[in-house]
């Protein structure tokens, strides 16, 4: 993976934090396969596609109209990559705040991200892109 992958992740969350969706989805395949963590706690297995990645923009912003991803670092792995991603927001019915740090791992090809997996841990990141830690 080149620094012009690392710098499209950090355009990626630059466009979302924006709310500029078209910028957004101009990084990202038309087939992504897009796991977050809370669609693994809704049972559900991805998100596929543009319309699945719209379908996850509305509602994450329904539930957390402030959420911001501030991205700490960007690892270069070839076509792979894993960052950690700083996560912050309030309830749409809360003013009780939350902030969390995730790990993303995606993979590129053709300069765009054709898979993106949000994970709780390093660990689980790498296990994900199927690395070992």
């Known amino acids: 993976m080149s620094q012009e992958n690392v710098e499209r992740i950090r355009r990626a969350f ?3 934090n924006r709310r500029d969706l078209d910028a957004f989805l101009a990084l990202i395949d038309l087939e992504v396969e897009f796991t ?12 596929r596609g543009h319309d699945g990645v719209r379908d996850w923009w509305r509602d994450l912003l329904a ?15 070839g076509d792979l990559a894993v ?3 700083r996560v ?7 003013d009780v705040p939350f902030e969390e740090t995730l790990w993303g791992a995606g993979e590129f090809r053709h300069g765009k991200v054709v898979w993106w997996q949000t994970c709780r841990t390093e660990a689980e990141a790498l296990e994900a892109a199927g690395l070992r830690e």
Request: no cysteine; proline share 5%.
């Open 14 to 16: 630059d466009a979302f």
């Open 36 to 47: 977050t963590r809370f669609k693994e706690m809704e049972g559900g297995p991805y998100y």
């Open 63 to 77: 539930i957390f109209p402030d959420f911001r991803v501030e991205v700490l670092e960007v690892r270069d792995l």
């Open 83 to 85: 960052a950690i991603l």
């Open 88 to 94: 912050r927001g309030h309830g749409v019915d809360s």
